[in-house]
């Protein structure tokens, strides 16, 4: 491998610059050609690409966003789309890419080398930390800390006017933001995809913990969660418990911005240099993750044939504490 190229893919998340930083460092580190490609897959399929040394990463590991930019492709899941973008990779000499974005992005590079046997490797950028095989994925410690924030202030007014709250979080079809940042910021209840919570047994809830002198409350619902969005269920509820004056907030893209934190710029600079090593070792087709402090390789399959689960004690707490 002489010359690789990195791009980021899918929803941006907070600290995919520290991830490119680490990239395209780690890459002149072993004496390789790092080129950066713009808007993921969009810009491979339109030979939007550039050659990137270690000033072109100065100053971003603290920047949210992506300063290589994002896209959903569409072209890209076609044959024609693929072929394209390989003509333009290979006419530039690429023989290696680093993907950073989510199971979308890596779906996309597996058929990618499945056509093509160019060595590929993902690492996982997204807020929803929805990807098997790793512990967390790049900008959920950011997210789940602005919903934290974001809770802890309407916290503020909720008490102050006895009112219920519901909170919609991010995260697709995973309640990963909802669980922790539910615990973290002190909710009665969390509604996630992963388990079911029925109106009836939200109502009572509500009320068990009114009748126990509850003054306020908050409740975290996921954006995917089954029994609806967070407006749906505060609108059920309101027609059948009218104790408290009901309230909606759905935080949306606030929760991808920002600077990433510690946490999460950490894991990207170990992912980043890890993604590197790792191309250089001889792993294709695989993802990189952490798990138990550890950096691991996981192959596509592993990483997809999986759904990530909440873990059974976060339940468990969340709802001992729920009082
Ligand atoms: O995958 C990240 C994510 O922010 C999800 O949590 C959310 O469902 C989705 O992207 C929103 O996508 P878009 O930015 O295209 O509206």
Redesign the pocket.
């Known amino acids: 491998i002489k010359n690789i190229a990195v791009f980021t893919s ?4 907070p600290g995919m610059n520290a991830a490119v930083r680490a990239v395209v460092r780690a890459s002149i580190y072993y004496k390789k050609e790092i080129f950066g490609i713009y808007r993921g897959y969009e810009g491979m399929i339109e030979n939007d690409l550039v050659k990137l040394n270690a000033r072109s990463v100065s100053n971003i590991i603290q920047r949210g966003g992506t300063i290589l930019k994002s896209a ?1 492709s569409k072209e890209f899941r076609t044959e024609e789309g693929r072929a394209q973008a390989y003509q333009h990779l290979k006419a530039r000499h690429i023989d290696a890419l680093v993907a950073i974005g ?1 199971d979308g992005t890596f779906t996309g590079l597996h058929k990618f080398y499945e056509e093509y046997k160019m060595p590929v490797i993902c690492i996982p950028g ?3 930390n ?1 990807l098997a095989g790793t512990d967390y994925t790049i900008g959920y410690d950011t ?1 789940t800390n602005t919903a934290v924030d974001a809770i802890d202030k309407i916290r503020d007014t909720a008490l102050s006017h006895n009112r219920l709250f519901f909170i919609e979080v ?3 079809d ?1 309640g990963q ?1 909802a669980i922790n940042s539910g615990i973290a910021g002190g909710a009665v209840a969390i509604i996630i995809p992963e388990e079911e919570t029925t109106i009836d047994q939200l109502i009572e809830k509500l009320d068990e913990t009114a009748r126990n002198n509850k003054k306020s409350s908050l409740v975290v619902v996921a ?2 969660g089954k029994s609806g969005n967070a407006l749906e269920i505060a609108q059920q509820v309101k027609e059948r418990y009218s104790y408290y004056d009901t309230k909606v907030t759905i935080l949306g ?1 606030l ?2 911005g920002g600077a990433p934190t510690y946490f999460d710029r950490v894991l990207a600079s170990r992912m980043g240099v890890a993604a590197i090593e790792g191309l250089l070792q001889g792993e294709t087709d695989v993802m990189v993750g952490i798990q138990n402090g550890k950096i691991v390789y996981n192959d596509f399959e592993l990483t997809m044939s999986k759904e990530k689960e909440i873990e059974a004690e976060a339940l468990r707490i969340a709802k001992i504490l729920a009082i």
């Open positions: 899918g929803g941006d998340a959903r989510g997204t807020i929803d929805d997210a991010m995260g697709r995973s933001i954006e995917g893209h929760q991808r």
